[in-house]
C-alpha cells in the first residue's frame, strides 16, 4: 500500500505522526464504452469552448459562477487555503460509539505510525479500546475539511471520513403517514423467520455474484463469440424468468419463508 497523507493526530498536547492509507479497493470488473455500431472506442475530450482546443489536465483550473460573476480558483489558490496546509487529525471529543449513525459512514483509512517509537500511538489505541469511545477528529484531505470518526480494527487504528449533517437528506414518504396494521401473530412469524436466518457474519462467506457472473460472461464471449448460450454460461435457472410476483397472504409467504428456512439448514 501506498500512503496518500502524513499528519499526526492531536489530542490535549499528545501527538501522534501517522501515515494514511486507503483501507479499501475496488473490486469491479473494469468496462469501458464503445459504439455499438462497430465497437469502436468511445473518448472523452477536455474541449475549451473559446477556442476548440482540447486541454492538457494540467492546464484546467476551476471556476464558480453565481450567474453575475465567474470567479476563477488556481491550484496556487487553493494551496493558498489554511486548512488545506494543515497536517493535523485534531481531535474534537470522545463519544459513545454507537452514537454514530451508520448512515454517516463515508470512506475508510488505516492509520500507520510514522515514528520510530510508536509509544503514543499504542497509547491512543488503547486507550480508545479502554474507555470504548470513538473519537471524532476533524482534519483536511484533497481539498476538503472532513469530519471523521477514529476507531480500533484489529489492532490498528482506522480512520472513517462521516457525512456532515447537512449532507444527510430527511426521508418524507407519504406512504408511510398512515402506518398499516400488523398482527400479533404476523408479527411472531415474522420473528421465527428472523430467527431461522441467525449468524454470526463473516464477510468472507459473501460474494459479489454480479462481478463473478460478468467475469463468467467475458470469458465465455472470449471463446464462444458475441452470441453466447445463456443456459448453458449460467444453468437453466438463470436463462429463463425469475418466479417474482406480488404477495397476495403475507402470513402464507412467512409461512413458506419459516419452512423453507429450515429446510435449508438441515440441507
Same mark, same amino acid.
Given at each position: 500500500?501506498?500512503?496518500?497523507?502524513?499528519?499526526?493526530?492531536?489530542?490535549?498536547?499528545?501527538?501522534?505522526?501517522?501515515? +494514511?492509507?486507503?483501507? $479499501?479497493?475496488?473490486?469491479?470488473?473494469?468496462?469501458?464504452? /464503445?459504439?455499438? *455500431?462497430?465497437?469502436? !472506442?468511445? &473518448?472523452?475530450?477536455?474541449?475549451?469552448?473559446?477556442?476548440?482546443?482540447?486541454?492538457?489536465?494540467?492546464?484546467?483550473?476551476?471556476?464558480?459562477?453565481?450567474?453575475?460573476?465567474?470567479?476563477?480558483?488556481?491550484?496556487?489558490?487553493?494551496?493558498?487555503?489554511?486548512?488545506?496546509?494543515?497536517?493535523?487529525?485534531?481531535?474534537?471529543?470522545?463519544?459513545?460509539?454507537?452514537?454514530?449513525?451508520?448512515?454517516?459512514?463515508?470512506?475508510?483509512?488505516?492509520?500507520?505510525?510514522?515514528?520510530?517509537?510508536?509509544?503514543?500511538?499504542? +497509547?491512543?489505541?488503547? $486507550?480508545?479500546?479502554?474507555?470504548?469511545?470513538?473519537?471524532? /477528529?476533524?482534519? *483536511?484531505?484533497?481539498? !476538503?475539511? &472532513?469530519?471523521?470518526?477514529?476507531?480500533?480494527?484489529?489492532?490498528?487504528?482506522?480512520?472513517?471520513?462521516?457525512?456532515?449533517?447537512?449532507?444527510?437528506?430527511?426521508?418524507?414518504?407519504?406512504?408511510?403517514?398512515?402506518?398499516?396494521?400488523?398482527?400479533?401473530?404476523?408479527?411472531?412469524?415474522?420473528?421465527?423467520?428472523?430467527?431461522?436466518?441467525?449468524?454470526?457474519?463473516?464477510?468472507?462467506?459473501?460474494?459479489?455474484?454480479?462481478?463473478?457472473?460478468?467475469?463468467?460472461?467475458?470469458?465465455?464471449?472470449?471463446?464462444?463469440?458475441?452470441?453466447?448460450?445463456?443456459?448453458?454460461?449460467?444453468?437453466?435457472?438463470?436463462?429463463?424468468?425469475?418466479?417474482?410476483?406480488?404477495?397476495?397472504?403475507?402470513?402464507?409467504?412467512?409461512?413458506?419463508?419459516?419452512?423453507?428456512?429450515?429446510?435449508?439448514?438441515?440441507?
Amino acid at each position: 500500500m501506498r500512503a496518500i497523507w502524513k499528519g499526526a493526530v492531536s489530542f490535549g498536547l499528545v501527538n501522534v505522526p501517522v501515515k +494514511l492509507y486507503s483501507a $479499501t479497493e475496488d473490486h469491479d470488473v473494469p468496462l469501458h464504452q /464503445v459504439h455499438d *455500431a462497430d465497437g469502436g !472506442r468511445i &473518448r472523452y475530450r477536455r474541449v475549451c469552448e473559446l477556442d476548440g482546443e482540447v486541454v492538457p489536465y494540467e492546464h484546467i483550473d476551476r471556476a464558480y459562477d453565481d450567474g453575475e460573476h465567474t470567479v476563477v480558483i488556481t491550484r496556487d489558490d487553493l494551496a493558498a487555503l489554511p486548512a488545506e496546509k494543515d497536517r493535523e487529525i485534531g481531535v474534537v471529543e470522545f463519544v459513545p460509539s454507537d452514537q454514530i449513525d451508520p448512515i454517516m459512514l463515508d470512506k475508510t483509512y488505516y492509520l500507520e505510525p510514522d515514528s520510530t517509537s510508536t509509544k503514543a500511538y499504542v +497509547l491512543l489505541r488503547r $486507550t480508545l479500546e479502554e474507555t470504548e469511545r470513538t473519537a471524532i /477528529v476533524k482534519f *483536511a484531505l484533497r481539498q !476538503r475539511t &472532513r469530519l471523521a470518526a477514529l476507531r480500533v480494527r484489529d489492532e490498528v487504528l482506522v480512520l472513517q471520513t462521516l457525512l456532515w449533517a447537512d449532507e444527510i437528506r430527511e426521508p418524507s414518504f407519504g406512504s408511510l403517514d398512515e402506518p398499516a396494521a400488523v398482527t400479533e401473530q404476523e408479527l411472531a412469524m415474522s420473528a421465527q423467520l428472523v430467527t431461522s436466518f441467525e449468524s454470526d457474519f463473516a464477510p468472507g462467506d459473501h460474494t459479489d455474484e454480479y462481478q463473478v457472473q460478468l467475469r463468467a460472461l467475458i470469458d465465455a464471449k472470449i471463446e464462444q463469440g458475441d452470441v453466447i448460450d445463456a443456459e448453458a454460461t449460467f444453468g437453466e435457472a438463470a436463462a429463463g424468468e425469475g418466479e417474482g410476483g406480488k404477495v397476495i397472504d403475507l402470513m402464507e409467504a412467512l409461512r413458506r419463508s419459516v419452512d423453507a428456512a429450515k429446510e435449508r439448514r438441515t440441507g
